[in-house]
């Protein structure tokens, strides 16, 4: 595998289901981002990670909760979603001296039903 | 704060012809630029890139991009549009350093006619 991968592709859970979505970059990278794709907005930045420390958390809900084992993957643990938290969530890779690079992984397509 | 404006939401152009789409930003030091694309059903690609130098880029897939400060612009070009350049177009600024995300316009959406 090269570049970022994330899974699932596709996830549909119900508004009291728990799950996660994983992403892995291959590129020695040591900053990982995971941000929301709605529609007819633009991107919004969730968290960012640095040498797996947080650094970032936008005003994101706690429903949304973040983990980096280490600096190639990154997990988003999901818990009691609403509806309007149905979107494209893509996680992205960089180096931390050049933090605006950023890689981008296909995304996780999530629908809360 | 930061903040990039894509005017166009939809653009069509028929294949062969030339392009250009619209970014405008907002950034109080020299920003960096970028422009992405997005293929349904994919994630970002980056397209090109501006940090400082020469203010007209190059990037892949026969894309450019040109810097003019006083305009506050960074719009992109192509020269031919071929079919396959048909998906969701995206600007963005970041603050140039530290751990810190980019900030995105809307995209602008191009369809391509035969």
């Known amino acids: 595998e090269t570049g970022v991968t994330q899974t699932p592709r596709h996830l549909v859970m119900g508004m009291t289901n728990k799950k996660s979505l994983k992403c892995e970059q291959h590129?020695?990278?040591?900053?990982m981002y995971w941000y929301k794709q709605s529609a007819k907005k633009p991107l919004e930045l969730m968290f960012v990670?640095?040498?797996?420390?947080?650094?970032e958390n936008n005003s994101v809900p706690s429903r949304f909760s973040p983990e980096c084992p280490n600096s190639s993957h990154l997990f988003l643990h999901l818990h009691t979603l609403q509806p309007e938290d149905s979107a494209l969530y893509l996680c992205?890779?960089?180096?931390?001296?050049?933090?605006?690079?950023?890689?981008f992984g296909p995304g996780t397509r999530l629908t809360v039903l | 704060a930061q903040s990039v404006t894509q005017p166009d939401i939809h653009i069509t152009v028929s294949e062969g012809a030339s392009l250009e789409l619209r970014c405008n930003y907002s950034?109080?030091?020299?920003?960096?630029l970028f422009w992405y694309v997005q293929s349904p059903g994919q994630g970002l690609q980056l397209l090109l890139k501006y940090f400082s130098g020469d203010t007209l880029v190059q990037g892949i897939k026969g894309f450019e991009a040109e810097f003019k400060r006083s305009q506050s612009s960074f719009n992109l070009r192509k020269p031919s549009v071929h079919w396959s350049d048909a998906a969701e177009y995206f600007c963005a600024v970041g603050n140039g350093g530290g751990a810190d995300g980019l900030t995105f316009g809307k995209g602008t959406h191009l369809i391509i006619q035969p």
């Open positions: 950034y109080g030091a020299t920003p960096y």
């Open positions: 990670y640095s040498l797996e420390e947080r650094v």
């Open positions: 590129l020695g990278h040591n900053a």
């Open positions: 992205a890779s960089s180096h931390v001296t050049d933090t605006d690079t950023q890689y």
